[in-house]
Structure formats: C-alpha cells, structure tokens
C-alpha cells in the first residue's frame, strides 16, 4: 500500500480509502447497500490486512447505522482505532426538527457527540462538512469546527461538495481569525465526470489541500452493471 500526505498536513493515509456508504440499510439508504455486520467486518479486517488505514463515513449513511457497524467492526476485530485515520461528516438531516440539519454551532456541536458515540471513539480525525449550507455564515460554521479541534474532538477538518470559491472563501475567513483551516475536499470526480478539473484542481494545487474522490467507479457505471 502506498500512502501520502493528506493535504499540507503530516497526516499519512492510504491512497486507497474504504468508503462506507453501503454498510447497514436503513431508510433511502437500502438502495445503496443493506451490508450486514459479519460483512462488514470481513471487509474491514481485508482493507486493514492489505493496509488501508484511511476510512470514510458519514452520519447521514443509512441513518447513523454505517457509523454505528464501523465502530462495531474496529472494536470486535480488535483493530489498533489509533493506527486508523476515521472520517466522518456533518450537514444532513439527523433528525425531523428545524435544527435537526444543517451547519448551524448547535447542530454541528450536537452531532460530533452523536458520531462519536456511535463510532465508539473518542476524537475523529477528519472531521468534514457535507456540502455547503446557505442558511449559515461561514463563519459560523468554522467558529464551530475549530471549537471542536481546540477541544481535542476532532484532528483536521475538512470539506465536500463545495465549490472553489466557496472553499476559497472558508480559507481566508479561519486566516483572517485564526480558525482551524479545511486540508481536503472530498468531491466526485470519474472519468465520466471531469468538471473537478477545470476550477477546483488548479485550486486544491494552489492551497495544497487534499482531494478525496467519492464514486470512482459512477456508481457502478464504470464497473460494467
């Protein structure tokens, strides 16, 4: 396994990144994957054996339950949680009431102690937003998330889904006020879907932050279903 440098970070992880999104079932989330807990710990134990430490969920997958079988799976295979790097996301709706969503202080501060709960750890590595939220100033929302790294909570933050200029914009606010910065943006990006290349690239370059791609394979496009 090769490994690199996640962004203008001395983090290491895995090039290859087991992405989580069919772990469980639950909700609009069973067209996505209904993976029960003996396989995903099979898949787990695979990817660490073959030395991927780099893992990704969300809490919005499958209604919190991808999280819950992630954590399940590390702690009943025994696996080292502190040679992992474990990354999960904030944003999506969590719930039916008006605060329930988004990347309001109150939600975001509320839903890193529900993750990790069920990831049954105490601190995320990379912490990521899952896409950008109109209804709440930026700034709002960095205060929040480097509330979290200043607490120990969370390692390094990150974003997905976000445009260039909106990613541009969240760097220069936590410049100007000293806030934790993003060092990756998870987007989609395929060789059916290249439009990454023609702002974002050159931007990630330019900053160094870290690209991870989600839907490699357009969701089964490329893998001949």
Known sequence: MKYKLLGNTGLKVSELCLGTMTFGGRG????????????VNAIVKQSVDAGINFIDTANVYSEGLSEQM???????LGI????LVIATKVRGAMGKGPNDT???RKHILQQVDESL?????DYIDLYQI?????QTPMEEVLHALDTLVNNGKVRYIGCSNHAAWQIMKA???SELNGYAKFVS?????TIAGRDLEREIVPMLKDRKLGLMVWSPLAGGLLSGK
């Open 80 to 83: 080292d949680r502190d040679g």
């Open 117 to 121: 709960k069920r990831l049954q750890t």
């Open 130 to 134: 899952h896409g950008f939220d109109p």
């Open 171 to 173: 760097l220069g606010i």
């Open 185 to 189: 943006l998870q987007a989609y990006y």
């Open 102 to 104: 988004g990347l309001s």
């Open 28 to 39: 609009i989330w069973t067209a996505i994957g209904t993976l029960p807990q003996d396989e």
């Open 70 to 76: 992630t954590g399940t799976a590390i702690r009943q």
